[in-house]
């Protein structure tokens, strides 16, 4: 499945990196191409050359590590924050694959012209490896995350990061997808979720997920959540 | 930050020597990377130090002052929990530069100690700074270690989530013992089960099943490598994975 291109020069900047780019990137901005993303695209494979990278406006990207098809993880998550394809710009590849989570709008630039733009321009430049920093902050504690806090911490942390990078409380994904971004069984997923619904803090129905009590949610999620949430708000106001 | 520095007689001596002869001494692998242009506006900021074993050279936040070009030993960035649990997020010896984080935005969010004392070459981080923007040779081999760097991170996660105690102490004595620059080195299980994330009673039943095959001696807190190859055959593939990636920075 490919991206399609949305041709009614719709594509509004809601993606954080674009909007804090400086007036006279106008130029630049104008040369990317807004396309719609389907939930299971795949952007890139692992240790493959980056094709394009895209600015998130209202889809949700998983980064995952696939040790083999059955034990994959996620190492991050991309949202409206960032981009999907930092290696492209940091002049390498990765062993990783980003998939679609959640459909939506994006722009979309070429490897190429991202990674010349990037060292032409001061201030995309800075922005970039601003979000580089951030990604980077964010994988790490996946990992202390993954070793020490409970599955219904983690499935918490989850919901949470993704409804930040939607922007929304209607999130479309089911148990099974988030059985293997978290590495464990779809069982375990329906166990914890079951106890968040009958607690009234999200609603499920047939591949949705909708975040009734944020902060009710919050409290069962482990620190990580207020750790990611705090990173990224630093990288917006610095 | 207390660390030994070399007297200052000799510093002005050891730099001189270094930015002589900079491809046969070096064993950092960023600076042996660099084109010799830019090796040569970097070089006489470049100040040779020693680091020993326990010294904190970031603390969590902190914006970091100097950035270190490891020639042997390795140093750990730490994670920690509220609850005092702690986990190594990654290693640096000499196959990359400590506080990278200096270029990309200001503070680390990670706790930094030297984990296997060594020498290294500090050099501010206002100068890196600079140069990275002006030297294109700088610049992209600090990119390229950075994205080796997502991968090591990424992996230790992924290696912490999936693989017995034994796969990660394997790959994490390959990783040390890649960056040391002997066979031996002090680490106590204590320290083993700090950075892998584990209870130090696992540490122990791990460590004596590798003494018991020949390929460590572990005595009073200090590890030597006798089989390398069986710590390569016991190892998870994260191991490679890793080894992969920073191969592929000064390639």
Redesign the interface.
Known sequence: MKPTVNRDGSGQRANRILAALPKNSYAWLQSLEPVTLHQGMVLYEPDEAIEHVYFLNSALVS?I?M?SEV?T?E??MVGNEGIVG??A????V???RAMVQVGGDALRVSGEAIYSEFRRN?FLRDLL??Y??????Q??????C???HTLQERLSRWLLVARDAVGSDLLFITHDVIARLL?TRRASITVAAGLMQRAGLIRMSRGQITILDPDGVEAMAC?CYGILRD?VRRLHT? | MVYGSVPTGRRNLATVRTALSHAVAMKNRILKALPSKDYRIIAPHLKPISLSKGIVLYEVGEKIGDVFFLEDGMVS?L?????G?T?E??VVGNEGVVGI?S????ST??RCVVQIGGRAYSLKRDILRREF?RCEGLN?VL??Y??????Q??????C???HSVEERFCRWLLMAHDRSASDTFPMTQEEVARVL?SRRASVSVVAAGFQKRGAIRYSRGVIRILDRKYLESSSC?CYE?IA??HS?VDA
């Open positions: 980064i590590s040790n034990s993880v190492i991050g930092v290696p710009i940091l002049g390498g990765t062993p990783y001061p490896l601003q580089t920093n951030a990604f980077l902050i994988v790490a504690p996946s990992s202390i993954n070793c020490y590495g620190e990173h610095s | 960035y994670s920690g929990t509220s609850d649990e986990l997020v990654s984080a270029i990309l935005g200001d969010a990670f923007k992209r990119l390229h950075t994205n080796a760097l997502v991968v991170v990424a992996q230790t996660a992924v912490n989530k999936f994330g593939e994975t992969a990636a592929k």
